[in-house]
């Protein structure tokens, strides 16, 4: 049997909402090439697959699969969501490497998970203010004439509180539940530490980190993946 765990990244204090990851330690030498990860990562339809090498390590290579049938070079959920899982499998990491590059991460006294990495990793993400969370709120889609933007009103500008959403529908993809690579721009544009209260209840943390490295956090949660999720992941290996 492949171990695999499900973690979603960007609870709120209660566990709840996040953003989903199926966290995949390959076999031992026993890794998929690239086009069948993808094949999986979209039979599976989860946002996103992260395929850990064997053995995991202190500094350990990732490759992170869409759900829309495209490799992602750096997500902010996978790595967070990652971390997490390997904290729980008894790993100590420093960094994960994707294929945009390394990243150094932690896991804080809190419980938080954190990374750090250059914001312009990150998908080249629009943003649209509004007037108020009230606005947001309402949307059932991007306003006219937007796409891969992210929407965001201040909750509290003195206090850096943000409510946000986020759809890319030229690329297949929905609403995001949470996204931290385009709340790492928008930290990075607006200079300062920033709280996200995304999709429906997500909790994302950022502050810059300077030179255009931004710190991404947020609490995540381990879950045991539907049956029907490890069987597709054994049945890829050749385990089922």
């Known amino acids: 049997m492949v171990d695999c765990l499900l ?10 909402f996040g953003n989903p990851v199926l966290v995949v330690i390959e076999p031992d030498g026993g890794g998929l090439p690239q086009d069948r990860r993808q094949e999986l990562a979209d039979r599976l339809g989860i946002p996103a697959v992260a395929f850990v090498r064997s053995p995991p390590a202190r500094r350990t290579s990732i490759a992170i699969h869409g759900s829309y049938g495209l490799p992602i070079r750096f997500g902010g959920h ?39 990495a250059p ?6 993400w629009r943003h649209l203010q509004m007037a108020s969370a009230a606005e947001i709120d309402a949307l059932t889609g ?3 004439g937007e796409d891969f933007t992210q929407v965001w009103a201040w909750t509290d500008e003195a206090a850096g509180e943000v409510r946000a959403r ?5 690329i297949g993809k929905g609403e995001d539940e949470a996204c931290g690579s385009a709340s790492m ?17 997500s ?5 810059p980190a300077g030179d255009g490295l931004v710190e991404l956090g947020g609490r995540c949660a381990v879950r045991t993946p539907a049956e029907e999720v490890t069987a597709a992941v054994d049945r890829a290996y050749g385990r089922g």
């Open 142 to 144: 991007l306003p006219d």
């Open 166 to 170: 986020l759809w890319a529908p030229r």
């Open 119 to 124: 914001a312009t990793w990150s998908k080249p």
């Open 203 to 207: 909790v994302i943390h950022t502050s």
């Open 7 to 16: 973690a979603h990244a960007f609870v709120d204090d209660n566990g709840e």
């Open 78 to 116: 996978p790595v967070l969501g990652t971390l997490e899982v390997l904290h729980h499998l008894g790993h100590t990491v420093e960094e994960i490497v994707p294929e945009a590059g390394p990243v150094a991460c932690r896991r804080d006294a809190e419980g938080i998970c954190r990374l750090t």
């Open 185 to 201: 721009l928008l930290t990075l544009q607006h200079g300062r530490p920033l709280r996200v209260l995304h999709g429906r209840g």
